[in-house]
């Protein structure tokens, strides 16, 4: 398949996932002169082609793949309609059906990748934080991600905020796990509410040991710190001990994860660096939930052009 084929592939089920989103939505009061639907897929146009909001107000800005008939919203107006409620809801309701929210995986990934900005940027909500190699400023996605790249439940923070408590919420919000299902995540994550959180959902967390170099598992741990660690991390602990390699052997999967990172981040219109326009939280969180939603469009037209080469 060549590159507008793909791309005309990739915007068809964007656009019909907003449509049935759209039409989903108790009808408003008050029909708009805009559309949500409309409003919606302007917001994604621009974000796959990493644009402004200014940029998708401009007829000239839009080709075969998309041409809204009509009179397109003032600059000002796009912005206020971005933001509203029924739009969020809209985005939301579309990155359920595009990333199967819904579906369990027997295996799993949860980890956080750093966004970001200049370290003199003026951006009220960017933190600084460690990154690999050192400290620097911005925000960072933490994901849940599955064995086949979907990334169906995500959040965005400052580059300072802990990877275990937005890690449990997004626990919360888990599907009930399959038996014997594996969550993989690194040292950081090694956390025994954590843990208690996937276990309560049916899943088994595996992750190396905190503080692992200073005490070894075999070295035991207190009856007391055992019973308040939780049923899951004591049979991590325990199979650390009686089986390391094997255990290394399994973290060796949650590369994968990474895996999944870069085809995010490396498809033409994927998750680059922050634009110099989108700060804040909330301008964030909104920017890189459009772009999980282009990834699991095209992470579905991969798919479905694969599936015949293998029958």
Not at 37 to 56: F, K, P
Request: positive net charge; charged residues 25%; contains cysteine.
């Amino acid at each position: 398949m060549d590159r507008t084929s793909s791309d005309r592939e990739v915007w068809s089920k964007v656009l019909s996932s907003v449509r049935r989103a759209a039409r989903s939505l108790p009808k408003p009061r008050r029909r708009p002169v805009f559309p949500d639907w409309l409003i919606v897929a302007m917001y994604l146009w621009s974000v796959w082609h990493d644009r402004t909001l200014s940029w998708a107000c401009e007829r000239d800005h839009y080709g075969r793949l998309f041409r809204p008939r009509g009179k397109l919203p003032s600059v000002s107006r796009f912005a206020r309609r971005v933001q509203s409620p029924r739009c969020r809801q809209v985005l939301r309701l579309v990155h359920a059906d595009l990333s199967e929210m819904h579906l369990a995986s027997p295996v799993s990934y949860l980890d956080g990748k750093p966004l970001t900005v200049s370290p003199v940027s003026k951006d009220r909500d960017a933190r600084r934080g460690h990154v690999s190699g050192g400290f620097a400023k911005g925000y960072k996605l933490h994901a849940w991600a599955t064995e086949d790249g979907r990334i169906p439940l995500w959040a965005v923070t400052g580059l300072n905020t802990g990877e275990c408590p937005v890690a449990e919420g997004l626990c919360a919000m888990l599907p009930p796990l399959p038996p014997e299902a594996v969550v993989l995540a690194d040292t950081n994550l090694d956390d025994r509410d954590l843990h208690k959180r996937v276990n309560a959902k049916g899943g088994v967390m595996v992750t190396p040991l905190k503080g692992g170099k200073k005490h070894p598992p075999e070295q035991g741990r207190h009856e007391v710190t055992l019973r308040q660690m939780g049923a899951g991390r004591r049979a991590l602990v325990e199979a650390w001990a009686k089986a390391p390699a094997l255990l290394e052997h399994v973290m060796d999967w949650r590369d994968d994860v990474e895996r999944i990172f870069s085809a995010l981040t490396c498809a033409a219109g994927g998750l680059g660096p922050l634009p110099a326009w989108v700060r804040g939280t909330d301008r964030v969180s909104h920017w890189v939930g459009g772009k999980i939603i282009l990834y699991h469009a095209r992470l579905q037209v991969r798919k479905a052009t694969a599936e015949p080469a293998v029958a």
